[in-house]
């Protein structure tokens, strides 16, 4: 393999891809109740959920490398919770907490989101939901754009007091909900089919697309430059491919992580990408893509890909 290192140079900018589609139609975070016929699958189909839904009660807390491992036990089912500032943690009622020992959670992770293998499971959940005695139900699934679940038990009737919120931050408006993950919270509801409820506070899990205007064009994404900047500098070329790292940049454009061993497991949200060093294909969710060139350990701990998926993680 010929492979050089690049003496930097600018380069020309970056495509940047459309902000993430959401599929029109998703299963909730409850697990499958829907048994199959012996002889006809095609009226009882299996559902597959969203969202991975474990419970359980707290019973260590050990804190590396910038996460805390929260160890959670269900009778004798044990699974550690990888937990980071972009985690979110509510009680029942909507109130921002922070996971003791001896709390009863209920955990909520993207099925689709890969996990390493090892004992007990990990799993790096998008939300985590504290039981307390006070009244309070939660939903964590996929809204239409009528504002109801995929499983036609739950439609939002949201007022002037729900608080609606989104993970990067930015201001929420009710158009922004539609067609979105949303974790709800709520007290009442009514017998209806779909019950109906006046949620008093609603996240958005996925991001929300910038509107035209509100970012300068001159002054882009600081993501943007800051990944043109780690390209700048750290570069190869294997047989004509140019390679860059893989971690530094994910990370940049806030992609978790995970190293597996032979490569390393990329997500964000509904997005996974599994990698594994001297192959080209590449896990995409459930799909399988290619790369031009097998992402490789060009520097000691420091895998390097493709630039072509760099534009791939900035769409």
């Known amino acids: 393999m010929k492979m050089k290192k690049v003496v930097p140079f600018a380069m020309t900018a970056l495509l940047i891809g459309s902000a993430i589609g959401v599929p029109s139609a998703f299963a909730n975070e409850e697990e499958a109740a829907v048994t199959k016929a012996a002889n006809n699958k095609e009226q009882n189909p299996q559902v597959q959920p969203i969202f991975i839904k474990v419970a359980g009660t707290v019973e260590n807390v050990e804190t590396h490398n910038k996460a805390t491992y929260y160890t959670v036990k269900d009778g004798e089912n044990i699974n550690v919770f990888v937990v980071t500032d972009d985690t979110l943690v509510f009680d029942n009622t909507g109130k921002e907490v922070k996971l003791q020992k001896g709390d009863k959670v209920t955990a909520y992770t993207y099925a689709n989101k890969p996990m390493i293998m090892i004992y007990p499971p990990q799993y790096n959940p998008e939300a985590i939901i504290v039981e307390t005695k006070e009244m309070g139900s939660v939903e964590l699934d996929f809204f239409n754009k009528d504002l109801v679940n995929t ?60 509107k035209p205007g509100e970012v300068d064009p001159e ?42 061993g032979k490569g390393a497991i990329v997500s964000k949200g509904a997005r996974s990408y599994t990698i594994t060093r001297g192959q080209k294909e590449y896990g995409y969710n459930k799909a399988i893509r290619h790369f031009e060139a097998a992402p490789a350990l060009l520097e000691p701990t420091k895998t390097y890909v493709p630039l072509e998926f760099v534009e791939e993680l900035m769409k």
């Open 151 to 210: 499983n036609n038990t739950l439609k939002l009737n949201i007022g002037e007091q729900t608080k609606l919120l989104s993970l990067s931050g930015k201001e929420v408006e009710v158009a922004d909900l539609a067609e979105q993950h949303l974790l709800v919270f709520y007290t009442i509801a009514t017998m209806s089919i779909p019950a109906q409820t006046p949620p008093s506070k609603v996240v958005v899990i996925d991001t929300i697309t910038e």
């Open 219 to 260: 002054e882009g994404e600081p993501s943007e430059s800051a990944v043109q900047e780690i390209i700048n500098k750290d570069f190869y070329e294997v047989d004509g491919t140019k390679m860059v790292p893989l971690r530094l940049i994910a990370e940049e454009l806030g992609f978790t992580v995970e190293s597996t």
